[in-house]
T-cell receptor
Framework: DAGVTQSPTHLIKTRGQHVTLRCSPI?????VSWYQQVLGQGPQFIFQYYEKEERGRGNFPDRFSARQFPNYSSELNVNALLLGDSALYLCAATSVYGNEQFFGPGTRLTVL | AQKVTQAQTEISVVEKEDVTLDCVYETRDTTYYLFWYKQPPSGELVFLIRRNSFDEQNEISGRYSWNFQKSTSSFNFTITASQVVDSAVYFCALSEGTTSGTYKYIFGTGTRLKVLA
């Protein structure tokens, strides 16, 4: 089975713009989580979705939103980008057998 | 509140040396899970191990071993006979048990391991 995939790999935006990041989980994995990893820090939880419903939300402003589609893929949207949004955005699929999460390669977002 | 502390920011060792990465956690729950992930320069987090709070048995997988001690709230990771390929940032993470199906990980700040040839 293919692992978690994310697109795009890299993205450069300017302040005030909007961005959409995409994630496809491992086949059969119905739960997707999003994390933000700022350089030099550990990943910070943003959202978790399961069966298209939001199951958890981290301490992020309303500029951040997400959704999950019937095929369990997911989008993360960020509006009104700030310089501080520059980070590696990681998507993770949760194992159906336990709660270990398998991460994708991430999307590196740079906001200028 | 949940918290994971990895006090070692960076460790350098010479190849074939043993190295231990420390992880201390805080949680009020009696049911929780602990994880270790490896993040090579490519950026992808690689799952290494999961432990639940009811299983304090230490685990060994090849050159890797983990020591879980609830009494000291620690979950340390040892690499025996380190190799250059072990160079990466290692993260410890905590997830509390939940009936809602929400699996939010709390990560430490990571330990950068450099293994010198």
């Amino acid at each position: 089975d293919a692992g978690v995939t994310q697109s795009p790999t890299h993205l450069i935006k300017t302040r005030g713009q909007h961005v959409t990041l995409r994630c496809s989980p491992i086949s059969g994995h119905k739960s997707v989580s999003w994390y933000q990893q700022v350089l030099g820090q550990g990943p910070q939880f943003i959202f978790q979705y399961y069966e298209k419903e939001e199951r958890g939300r981290g301490n992020f402003p309303d500029r951040f939103s997400a959704r999950q589609f019937p095929n369990y893929s997911s989008e993360l949207n960020v509006n009104a980008l700030l310089l501080g949004d520059s980070a590696l955005y990681l998507c993770a699929a949760t194992s159906v057998y336990g709660n270990e999460q398998f991460f994708g390669p991430g999307t590196r977002l740079t906001v200028l | 509140a949940q918290k994971v502390t990895q006090a070692q920011t960076e460790i350098s060792v010479v190849e074939k040396e043993d190295v231990t990465l420390d992880c201390v956690y805080e949680t009020r729950d009696t049911t929780y899970y602990l994880f270790w992930y490896k993040q090579p320069p490519s950026g992808e987090l690689v799952f290494l191990i999961r432990r639940n709070s009811f299983d304090e048995q230490n685990e060994i997988s090849g050159r890797y071993s983990w020591n879980f001690q609830k009494s000291t709230s620690s979950f340390n990771f040892t690499i025996t006979a380190s190799q250059v390929v072990d160079s990466a940032v290692y993260f410890c993470a905590l997830s509390e048990g939940t009936t809602s199906g929400t699996y939010k990980y709390i990560f430490g700040t990571g330990t950068r391991l450099k293994v010198l040839a």
